[in-house]
């Protein structure tokens, strides 16, 4: 048996195992949580991402009235090394009237190298004509809403089952995505894109509001002009909460954007 | 032709579009700008959350010394009404010592109903005795990691390729995934999990190092007892960034964890 599995036989339990010993955090001042990075946990030299969201994640367990992460987005600003560090905490209830929160990395599309390897292929949509937009029935959303005005949306048909009346039951959506106004695509508004299609929950039975929790956009090419392509699946509905994974593609065939969303869903 | 085609044609240039008026930001002082939310981007009532998301884009793109966003991780707080609104912005270039910032919800998992409606299906990984950790063979990674003797890691030898100089090309790599002093899995190890398998650009024929630059992991439910079975693939590379999408399934094939990462890669 291996050492591992040795280990594995012993059953260290939760709370007084190496992996709570190695992300407890020790309270300076509120808000404020002081750890030693654990050497054990090292990848080559640096200390291992997944290691590291942990330890803020266990020092936000201390920090909210919740103990369970529910979403949790980093960004790695530098390569960690073990050895003292300090987790500031800066916990919002959400009282205020504030709104939205972003963390985001800015940088120069243009100057990324030319290679692309993806693997992946543009979703097969019908030509323009072939698809469906609001103006092409009577207004498929329950109470129109502006934003419809703002955009050239053409839905496949083979994900509007819902506005039939017949959902696919698959968590799908996709469609050509423009401004109403023929503007060109560019870095932000691929940011509008990747929330603009009706909800896939729409396809999976499920009508009414379903908000965002949380949203990340990976903008990864500066979009050529021409109408968008959309593609959006969810794979796990459970708990009352559905993820959103978009993919944006241009006229030239490249993936220009990336998205993930947690969103809240009211069962009926 | 229908309104949206029609203005389609007329082609409003990137800059001088209703979407760029109605995202444009006006700098009140450093750091932090003033915006009237347009009732044009409502769903409903609410402000659509991408329109948000681009107006945040842009607060961020007037600050920054770069003006594309990379990737952008938004938590939503509250639903978002058209009006005056204000961004902040606080900018970061990492020339401090802060080597990661997490923006996070958190909640009591134990609270979400029991609903269960994914069309995720489990990875097909083979049995634990079939598949391989770095105890089973000369060390894969170039100079042995101290966090290979804290997990216990079974690769499936079907994402193996890359330790026997055979890389399959395909960006994916599965793994059975533990503590290696058997502590079971929850919420906290959960944000280890999705970052510790070996990157799958070395199924893509790449090798050193691939630091992450964002990562999301949203938690959908607490795990069970026992193993845990990671599966994470990569649909593009391009441009020197690649994504990592996780999901980890628990011993009771529940989706308890999805993640996406987006790193930098090296190509040689």
Redesign the interface.
């Known amino acids: 048996m291996?050492?591992?599995?040795t280990?594995?036989?012993?059953?260290?339990?939760?709370g007084d195992?190496?992996?709570?010993r190695?992300?407890a955090v020790t309270l300076r001042e509120p808000g404020v949580y002081d750890i030693d990075l654990s050497?054990?946990?090292?990848?080559?030299s640096?200390v291992?991402?997944?290691?590291?969201?942990?330890v803020?994640?266990?020092a936000?367990?201390h920090a909210?009235?919740?103990?369970?992460?529910?979403?949790?987005?980093?960004?790695?600003?530098?390569?960690?090394q073990p050895g003292p560090?300090v987790v500031r905490t800066d916990a919002?209830e959400?009282r205020e009237?504030?709104?939205?929160?972003?963390?985001?990395?800015?940088?120069?599309?243009d100057a990324?190298?030319?290679?692309?390897?993806?693997?992946?292929t543009p979703p097969a949509i019908p030509p323009m004509e072939h698809c469906f937009?609001p103006?092409?029935g009577p207004a498929p959303?329950?109470?129109s809403?502006?934003?419809t005005?703002?955009?050239?949306l053409k839905l496949d048909p083979a994900t509007l089952g819902w506005a039939l009346g017949a959902p696919s039951g698959?968590?799908e959506m996709r469609s050509w995505f423009?401004?109403?106004?023929?503007?060109?695509p560019?870095?932000?508004?691929l940011?509008?894109?990747?929330?603009?299609l009706p909800p896939t929950a729409f396809e999976?039975g499920i009508s009414g509001?379903v908000?965002?929790?949380?949203?990340?956009?990976?903008?990864?090419?500066?979009p050529a002009p021409g109408p968008l392509r959309v593609s959006i699946t969810?794979?796990?509905?459970?708990?009352?909460?559905l993820?959103e994974?978009a993919e944006v593609w241009d006229s030239a065939d490249?993936?220009v954007a990336?998205s993930?969303?947690?969103a809240r869903v009211r069962?009926s």
């Open positions: 291996s050492e591992a599995a280990a594995q036989a012993a059953r260290a339990a939760i195992s190496e992996f709570d190695d992300t050497a054990g946990w090292t990848i080559i640096a291992n991402g997944g290691y590291l969201l942990a803020l994640g266990r936000l367990s909210l009235p919740h103990s369970d992460p529910f979403t949790v987005s980093a960004h790695y600003l530098t390569a960690s560090a919002d959400g009237v504030e709104r939205i929160r972003v963390l985001a990395s800015y940088g120069d599309l990324l190298p030319d290679d692309v390897r993806t693997t992946a937009g103006e092409d959303v329950d109470g809403s502006a934003i005005e703002r955009l050239m698959k968590g423009g401004l109403a106004d023929g503007r060109d560019d870095p932000l508004s940011l509008l894109a990747v929330d603009a999976l509001w908000p965002t929790v949380e949203l990340t956009v990976h903008v990864r090419c500066r969810t794979r796990n509905l459970a708990g009352g909460f993820e994974d490249r993936l990336q993930r969303q947690l069962l």
